[in-house]
């Protein structure tokens, strides 16, 4: 309806307290007339009003009741878009099992209707929510399903937002170059489409990756440059995003004060606009900087809080740094009993997030996402060559229904034909080829035939396991930056070495480093060069 367009981009986002007084209108009509859709859309504005000023048990509210009037309409993509609407509140509140849920049933939805741009949407949602809750593998898997439909669709906009949020998974990680790769390629999106207020998530994100890298300087910069852009376009979240990570990067700098003041201004917003997860974080990293300084009773009271409210929120990266926080502080207090407590808890969050069954998965999610692209690539390029093939031939039948008599002109036709589709067939075989420089053959023959391939056993390899002896003890010993500065030395080392013998490095993990020999391709030396 036009009079819900109006509402929608007149005042929504301008003068959100006016939508009532307008939906009123909306709804009455919808009552007196027993039209149904208008008091759907009445009902949504009003939840859309209430959730951009942050009443989100009000919006909660209308959500619901225009769900119903859209279901009870029939109207399957309006009832997809309450469920995704009523999905952001609960994230917003913090309440990622109920989002999940939401965002599932809207995704369920958008399938049965064949709303690509809304399955799309939904993947991106369902993978920021996945993230939060600490399941890497299977957010990467969500947004790796939104990217490849927005790429389908031609929606820069939104394929920028998937391809920033697959290197938030990848910076999560650990693996800086690939989160890079991904920013970088969301940030010329968001410039070719004039987005700047996701042009400054995405400036915060490189930043990350540069403290990451202990170039504090750029890192400064690029966080200064995000939240100048979200304080210029009003939006609050980035902004107080930013502030955070300026306080992250004076903490590096073992600058605490200023650290501790641009985590409290990050803290304001967080709690002024209502951001649950954002208010936890804040609190634990404040209560990490006064235990590293030496306020160490004050920062376990932060951290203790920080704790306790990302239990209830059922962020597992939160934990993890709440009890890595309690532990250092207990354990300067001599508290030893308290401090293997939270070291064991610690260490168990850690692990959830950062284990050998998640390096595999990512790398097998990698690996089919890179084969179904070109696997993609390769058949909308045969289908453009046979479009090509087709008008080949309808042009021929022209000539030929032309000149019944030309014998001569149709054999020559039929030779161009024939020439056409064996230089398809060698185009296709060419295909084929370089599907085999990326797979074994037996692997892509598996693939074209069922979809998928199964795992194959190779009788022979050599696979290294290396540790480090006493790494337990060091690290009670070592800050956290020092020790991951050692470890990064010794892990590029350990890099050159297997290169230098011919062994694949799979993954590191915590303080092992696994390499294999033998591998991909099976050899009788795979001892030896291990």
Known sequence: MAFSRYIMFG???????????????????????????????????????????????????????????????????????????????????????????????????????????????????????????????????????????????????????????????????????????????????????????????????????????????????????????????????????????????????????????????????????????????AIINIGSIHVESGSTATGLAKCLDGLEQSEELGSIPDMEQACECLYTGYKAIGNAGKALQYFQRFVAYRDSMYNEDNTKEFTRIEMQYDFDKKEAATQAEQEKKDAIAAEELRRQKVVRNGFMGGFALVALFAGIFFTQRNRIGKEKARSEELLLNILPEEVAEELKEKGEADAKLIDQVTVLFTDFKGFTAMSEQLSPKALVKDLHECFRAFDNICEDHGLEKIKTIGDAYMAAGGLPVPNETHAKDA
């Open 11 to 281: 005042y929504m986002y301008s003068r959100p307290d006016t939508v009532p007084e307008l939906t009123r209108e909306l709804l009455d009509y919808g009552r007196v007339h027993d039209y149904g859709i208008a008091i759907a859309q009445a009902h949504n504005l009003d939840g859309i009003a209430n959730d951009v000023q942050g009443n989100y048990e009000e919006a909660l509210t209308h959500y619901q009741k225009a769900l119903l009037a859209y279901e009870e309409a029939g109207k399957i993509k309006g009832a997809a878009n309450c469920l995704a609407n009523i999905a952001a509140v609960y994230a917003s509140q913090g309440n990622y099992a109920q989002a999940l849920e939401f965002d599932q049933k809207a995704l369920a939805r958008r399938k049965e209707m064949g709303d690509k741009q809304g399955m799309a949407g939904s993947y991106n949602n369902i993978g920021l929510i996945q993230r939060e809750m600490g399941n890497y593998p299977a957010a990467l898997r969500s947004f790796m399903s939104s990217s490849a439909i927005f790429e389908e669709l031609g929606d820069d906009r939104h394929l920028s937002k998937a391809l920033g949020n697959l290197g938030i998974v990848y910076k999560d990680q650990g693996d800086l170059e690939r989160a890079k790769e991904y920013y970088e390629k969301a940030l010329r999106l968001k410039e070719k489409v004039g987005e700047q207020d996701g042009e400054s998530q995405v400036l915060n994100n490189l930043g990350e990756i540069y403290l990451r890298q202990d170039n504090y300087a750029k890192a400064l910069e690029y966080f200064e440059r995000s939240g100048a852009i979200a304080a210029d376009v009003g939006d609050k979240g980035v902004h107080a995003v930013s502030l955070g990570n300026i306080g992250a990067t004076y903490a590096e700098m073992d600058r605490y004060a200023e650290a501790v003041a641009a985590y409290e201004k990050s803290l304001l917003i967080k709690e002024g606009i209502g951001d649950k997860r954002g208010v936890a974080h």
